[in-house]
């Protein structure tokens, strides 16, 4: 049964997925024997959840939560109690010490979309005044370095639908120095988004989505950009690139999974949810476009729809593209 869209219900789904082990998929090259570890051990935090991204995002789903709900007007007081030793006993200093070391020795694990969400996840710990975030700066910091190196070797643009996809990490990772206040992060991300897409024509809107894809090409570029230039450049930046989206003949319609219990085709039911989110953030920037906010409702209405407990393929992380839409994230201010 799909859930109705309450804190309660996606802070529930996210600690359920979170806290099971298996199955797991750990993408990591294997260098030799002594790389065959439990998983749990290698990283020790975020070994739930299916995948080590889909378990930061899930963490961060939980401390979104708390933070946008600080009255607990829609989280119970033990559920929310529940949440809180969760999060304190799973980010312990011990374990986010070996995450940091397991960093040093695998710079390129999880960049760029794990590492991006784990930069979100600090940044919800900052914002909310968390004492947790002392116990996550080393890992931060490690993030923050190799998102850099990242970046320096990221000559094209990665125009996936997936999560090699540069525009969505350069975002997040944009989104986090904002929030901290580091305007070198910021500055050269800046410069990244403009050298890749400031001169993008007629941008192939026929070619999505692929059947895999949770992340639209496209609207990732524009929710880039619309973090760089001003609504008057966002809009001439459209006209060029998409004028489609601005005009509001693109995208029509939702997208349909085929089977919620495979695990590509259900990335298709987070499609709908980050294309609602995309779209609601560009429509904002140009002070409420009706027709991007109108498909933004369509498509976060099938969003929801898609978000089946039963199905852990989905299950596992869809939580959190529905709070990161609920509570509208894109805001730099705290409340939706």
Known sequence: MALQGTLQELTELALTVIQRRFPFFHGQ?????????????????????????SAVHGHWTLVRALHVDRERTQLTPEHAADIEQFLDASLNSDDLDKEAQFA??????????????????????????????????????????????????????????????????LGMFHDWAAIGGDDEVKQRIEKVALRHHADDVDLPLHLEPSNHDFLSPTLAAADLMRRVLTAAELTDWLEKAAPALLDGRWPTEPVTCPDPADGKLSHLDGLNLSRAAMLHAIAEALDDHPAMAASAQQHARAGWAGIDPNHYAGAHWLASFAMYLKT?????????
């Open 29 to 53: 090259l294997l260098r030799s024997e002594d790389d065959l570890e439990d998983p749990s051990r290698l990283p020790p935090v975020f070994c739930g959840a299916f995948d080590w991204h």
């Open 328 to 336: 509208k994230r894109w805001r730099k201010s705290l409340l939706p």
């Open 104 to 169: 040093d020795e695998h710079r390129g694990f999880e960049i760029p979309y794990g590492r991006g969400w784990l930069l979100i996840l600090c940044a919800e710990l900052r914002q909310s005044s968390s004492p947790l975030l002392d116990r996550m700066i080393p890992l931060e910091q490690r993030a923050r370095r190799d998102l850099i190196a990242w970046c320096d070797r990221l000559t094209r643009p990665i125009r996936s639908g997936q999560h090699d996809q540069s525009m969505y990490s």
